[in-house]
Structure formats: structure tokens, C-alpha cells
Nanobody, 125 residues
Framework: QVQLVESGGGLVQAGDSLRLSCAAS????????MAWFRQAPGQEREFVAALSGNGGQTNFADSVKGRFTISRDNAKNMAYLQMNSLKPDDTAAYYCAAYFSVFGSSSSRSDYRYWGQGTQVTVSS
């Protein structure tokens, strides 16, 4: 069982940066692919970024490529989403997610078994 807790959300202005953190409990953190999804009001939850358990594979949504980076610290059971050049369209609840995979970086929501409760990011224009 893996429990995920996000933090770091907030209200920022367009062009600002923000770093989200995801703390994971449980064993074998390095065996889990970690990802971030987001959901804006009235919209489907969408993929943002993923990072394989061994840190070798990344995957990003086109909308965030070049602006967001994903990282992890396996010694601390932590995953991060660094968001730069934020836009109002990035406003959403951001969710940390995980599934058992050392090498994967899936963008499919159905692959992810474990989810956090979400943290709100609001970007004002």
C-alpha cells in the first residue's frame, strides 16, 4: 500500500514559478512510477508529467513541455513537480499518482493505482 500526500500549491501570478511536493509512504518507493495529473473545474483529469521508478524515463504533456520538470528523491520517498512560466490555463487541482513500475512513464490515468488528495494551484493573469 502506498499513501501519497501533496503540498506546495497556492495562488501565484502568471509567469511565476511553483514547486509541488509529493510525500509517499510505504516500501520500495523506487519501484513505483510517479506522476502528476491535474483537474480544472468541469474538466477531465489530465496527465501532466511522469517519471519512472529508476528516474530514467520521463513523459510530459505537450502543454507543459519546456516549462515543467518532474523529479524524485528515492532516499526521501519524495516526488516533485517544478512549474515555471505559469499560465492561467495551468489553474487546477494537482494530483500525485503512482503505479508499480521501475521503467514506465505512462500517461494513462487508468494505469495509476495510488492517488493523493490533491493540492490547488491558481494562476492569476
Amino acid at each position: 500500500q502506498v499513501q501519497l500526500v501533496e503540498s506546495g500549491g497556492g495562488l501565484v501570478q502568471a509567469g511565476d514559478s511553483l514547486r509541488l511536493s509529493c510525500a509517499a509512504s510505504g516500501r520500495a518507493f523506487r519501484s513505483f512510477t510517479m506522476a502528476w495529473f491535474r483537474q480544472a473545474p468541469g474538466q477531465e483529469r489530465e496527465f501532466v508529467a511522469a517519471l519512472s521508478g529508476n528516474g530514467g524515463q520521463t513523459n510530459f504533456a505537450d502543454s507543459v513541455k519546456g516549462r515543467f520538470t518532474i523529479s524524485r528523491d528515492n532516499a526521501k520517498n519524495m516526488a516533485y513537480l517544478q512549474m515555471n512560466s505559469l499560465k492561467p490555463d495551468d489553474t487546477a487541482a494537482y494530483y500525485c499518482a503512482a503505479y508499480f513500475s521501475v521503467f514506465g512513464s505512462s500517461s494513462s490515468r487508468s494505469d495509476y493505482r495510488y492517488w493523493g488528495q490533491g493540492t490547488q494551484v491558481t494562476v492569476s493573469s
